[in-house]
């Protein structure tokens, strides 16, 4: 029988310091950017976002969400055959923020590597772990990671960042011999990687004083990307994921998009003839955590109750470069009951 990736437990994790409209408001008044902010709270959607202690990085982020999807999926961290993490905020440039959370975890059997395309890097995370299940026989447990700490790589005076909140969503997968990871599906555009991100510290431009000076070191969007791009992007994926995979768009329990903007997934859900009820958000609660909002909304959609075993989930995920990745997958007999519900914040 074929082995086929399937869903086991999920986790997430959101820290605790509350950071409100309001009070970014408050603090952009004093430089002249109240509008500026008025503006973005207005078109996305976002109400608040939460930050992570100080003196965190982004695997410290990831450990909670880890152990509660692992807790749920009744593994131990010993049982872990293979750590996936998706994340453009990294620990370090090198070595993998997978490498520092298997040790963190306490997960030393594991292989690990990081898989870095922006907001995108979750979908193709968990679309990379399905593949290296369903064709190696040793692999059986992966957990897969998606986690952001970009505000912490954010000029404090930069309006956008506004969208910019901390968090960490994580997956169990395990092969089965029933339906679970349907397909994936890619779109990208590398004529727009200098529109926005991070273009001092790599190669091409090591960090030195100037280029901190300069602000080079921190997120910066340099040049808008076209309105449409992420409007487009989203449903040619789910449309070639549909078609891919042998099922209709009208048959998707939940679309959980990159919660960026709640009026591009209007659009998008309008255009695809599939009800918003469908399209979980969660940017209103938790803002814009990034690379780690797709796992994110997909374990508060289970906890909530809207997606259960039978259910197809579609994911797409949208980010610098411009990267996307969607995948779709079907939730099994194998998705763990919830026994405790995560920390609520919102």
């Given at each position: 029988?074929?082995?086929?990736?399937n869903?086991?437990?999920?986790?997430?994790?959101?820290?605790?310091?509350?950071?409100?409209?309001?009070?970014?408001?408050?603090?952009?008044?004093?430089l002249?950017?109240?509008?500026r902010?008025?503006?973005?709270?207005?078109?996305?959607?976002?109400?608040?976002?939460?930050?992570?202690?100080?003196?965190?990085?982004?695997?410290?982020?990831?450990?909670?969400?880890?152990?509660?999807?692992?807790?749920?999926a009744?593994?131990?961290?010993?049982?872990?055959?293979l750590?996936?993490?998706?994340?453009?905020?990294p620990?370090y440039?090198t070595?993998?923020?997978?490498t520092?959370?298997?040790a963190?975890?306490?997960?030393?059997?594991a292989?690990?590597?990081?898989?870095?395309c922006?907001?995108?890097?979750?979908?193709?995370?968990?679309?990379a772990?399905a593949?290296l299940?369903?064709?190696?026989?040793?692999?059986?447990?992966?957990?897969?990671?998606?986690?952001?700490?970009?505000?912490?790589?954010?000029?404090?005076?930069?309006p956008?960042?506004f969208?910019?909140?901390d968090?960490?969503?994580a997956?169990?997968?395990?092969?089965?011999e029933?339906?679970g990871?349907?397909g994936?599906?890619f779109r990208?555009?590398?004529?727009?990687a200098?529109?926005?991100?991070?273009?001092?510290?790599?190669?091409?431009e090591?960090?030195?004083?100037a280029a901190?000076?300069?602000?080079?070191?921190?997120?910066?969007?340099?040049e808008?990307?076209p309105?449409?791009?992420?409007?487009?992007?989203w449903?040619?994926?789910?449309?070639?994921?549909?078609a891919?995979?042998g099922f209709?768009?009208?048959?998707?329990?939940?679309?959980?998009?990159?919660?960026?903007?709640?009026c591009?997934?209007?659009?998008?859900c309008e255009?695809?003839?599939?009800?918003?009820t469908?399209?979980?958000?969660t940017?209103?609660?938790w803002?814009?955590t990034?690379?780690?909002?797709?796992?994110?909304?997909?374990?508060?959609?289970?906890?909530?109750?809207?997606?259960g075993?039978?259910?197809?989930?579609?994911?797409v995920?949208?980010?610098?470069?411009?990267n996307?990745?969607g995948?779709?997958?079907?939730l099994?007999?194998?998705?763990?009951p919830?026994?405790?519900p995560?920390?609520?914040?919102?």
């Open positions: 029988m074929a082995r086929i990736a869903l086991i437990a999920t986790g997430r994790h959101i820290p605790a310091h509350r950071i409100t409209n309001e009070a970014l408001q408050a603090r952009f008044a004093a002249g950017q109240a509008e902010i008025a503006k973005l709270a207005a078109s996305s959607g976002i109400r608040q976002r939460w930050y992570a202690p100080d003196d965190w990085a982004t695997s410290d982020l990831i450990l909670p969400a880890a152990r509660q999807a692992l807790e749920r009744g593994r131990s961290p010993e049982e872990v055959d750590i996936i993490v998706g994340t453009d905020s620990d440039l070595p993998a923020t997978a520092v959370v298997q963190k975890l306490g997960a030393f059997r292989g690990t590597f990081d898989i870095g922006a907001c995108a890097s979750f979908p193709t995370a968990l679309a772990a593949g299940l369903a064709t190696n026989p040793g692999l059986r447990t992966a957990l897969v990671v998606g986690a952001y700490l970009m505000h912490r790589l954010a000029d404090p005076e930069d956008l960042i969208l910019y909140g968090g960490a969503g997956a169990v997968l395990e092969p089965g029933e339906y990871f349907l994936s599906a990208a555009d590398g004529r727009y200098r529109h926005w991100g991070i273009y001092a510290g790599g190669t091409a090591p960090a030195s004083v901190v000076r300069a602000g080079r070191t921190r997120v910066r969007l340099h808008r990307y309105p449409e791009i992420n409007q487009e992007g449903i040619t994926l789910v449309r070639t994921l549909a891919q995979c209709r768009v009208q048959d998707v329990a939940q679309a959980i998009f990159t919660q960026i903007n709640q591009t997934i209007r659009e998008v255009t695809l003839g599939l009800p918003l469908r399209a979980h958000t940017m209103d609660k803002g814009y990034g690379s780690a909002c797709l796992p994110m909304a997909l374990d508060d959609a289970i906890e909530q109750g809207l997606i075993p039978g259910d197809l989930v579609v994911m995920g949208s980010g610098v470069g411009y996307m990745a995948v779709a997958l079907r099994t007999e194998h998705l763990a919830r026994r405790q995560s920390v609520d914040r919102s």
